[in-house]
């Protein structure tokens, strides 16, 4: 057996780069294929329904269901805001008249006869959606959905919370072991993307928050700071809704864990870079990765699609040679190239049989494992 098949993690230099942007439902496309976009550029937007409210209006003005159309001031379809009033009864000879109010701004939906109940649905909420990415749009709908297209330096993380921001990139750690903390994160990076070593304490974080900064990245993070800045757990829940001021992304793990050294040396080469991240993650399945983007658009779209590479459809194919991180004790973190792909099962520690792989760690020490304890940094 030449190769076999592990899950992957991108650490790309320079790869062709295909993002998907897509309305939650349909709306209004405003783009088209060809276009130069910025990552600031609305490419899409539409209007998510308002939250409806039912008022048992027949009840309220102590009438029979079927009186509602005599007695509503407003009909079906017209606009209202709150507190304004939709309906009144006749009263007893112009007196004893009882009213009924909106209860938001929005529109009435229905009005049931046979129920008694009023829908006044809320105002729609606009979406809309950018680019998140500089590039060029290569693949649209009318309605939904947009394709852009470029060359990026490419690399995903661990672990995040956040979503979306885009920023300057600032490399602020001097090597990919030093601690990012509080004395690192000053007022001038309001704006920035900062790099930082092998871990971000809480006290960076509290900083660049307060400072504005759009995101911190670096090589793992305490848990227990997680659960301060969220208030609760994350578990196995999908992240990237946070709303905490910052986007957090770790490319290694938890606690303080060195940051590979060639996703190190990728940021320092991209020191000043527009860059794009998104903390999103979702740890079962269909598993979301966090990511950060760096575009590399130069010259024309042709140029830039010529000096890109293309990425074939060979992802997740491991060889001798391919570069890998181990995920489990007692090797946790550790870098290193496969070496030996064996064939045949062999017998583990706990009398079990698994497919192994023979790696070559970054000191030279030569170690075996089970394939399930690694994943391959795609390069």
């Known amino acids: 057996m030449g190769h076999a098949f592990t899950p992957g993690l991108k650490v790309s230099e320079k790869m062709l780069l295909r993002k998907e942007r897509r309305l939650p439902l349909k709306g209004k496309v405003s783009v088209k294929v060809g276009d130069r976009v910025k990552a600031e550029d609305i490419v899409a937007k539409t209007e998510l329904p308002g939250t409806p409210h039912m008022v048992n209006a027949a009840n309220k003005l102590s009438v029979q269901p079927s009186e509602l159309p005599g007695i509503m001031l407003k009909k079906e379809g017209d606009l209202v805001a709150e507190k304004e009033l939709i309906a009144q009864t006749k009263g007893l000879f112009g007196l004893l008249k009882t009213y009924l109010y909106s209860p938001v701004n929005g529109t009435i939906e229905s009005i049931s006869t046979v129920t008694g109940q009023v829908f006044v649905r809320e105002n729609p909420i606009p979406v809309q959606i950018n680019a998140y990415v500089d590039g060029e749009v290569v693949e649209t709908d009318t309605d939904e959905t947009v394709i852009i297209q470029t060359p990026a330096t ?24 030093e601690v990012l903390d509080g004395g690192n994160i000053t007022p001038d990076m309001k704006g920035k993307i900062v790099v930082g070593g092998s871990l971000a304490t809480s006290d960076a974080i509290k900083k660049a928050i307060a400072y504005g900064v759009k995101g911190v990245i670096a090589g793992g993070i305490n848990d227990w700071d997680i659960r301060e800045f969220l208030g609760y757990d994350i578990g196995v829940a999908i992240t990237g809704s946070e709303e905490i001021g910052c986007t957090i992304l770790v490319t290694e793990g938890f606690g303080r864990i060195k940051m590979a050294s060639r996703t190190f040396d990728l940021f320092k080469e991209r020191q000043g870079m527009k860059t794009s991240i998104n903390g999103a993650t979702q740890i079962r399945a269909g598993v979301m990765r966090p990511e950060v983007v760096i575009p590399l658009l130069q010259g024309n779209a042709q140029d830039s699609q010529k000096h890109a590479e293309v990425r074939e459809e060979t992802e997740g194919i491991l060889n001798i040679g391919s570069h890998i991180r181990i995920i489990r004790q007692p090797y946790f973190g550790k870098l290193g190239t496969v070496s030996g792909l064996p064939v045949q099962l062999q017998v583990l520690e706990t009398e079990s049989k698994a497919r192994v792989l023979e790696v070559t760690l970054e000191n030279g020490e030569k170690i075996v494992l089970p394939r399930a304890n690694i994943e391959m940094i795609e390069k």
């Open 154 to 177: 490419f690399i995903q993380g661990i672990f995040g919370i956040g979503g979306e921001t885009i920023g300057e990139l600032m490399v602020v750690s001097k090597s990919p072991d």
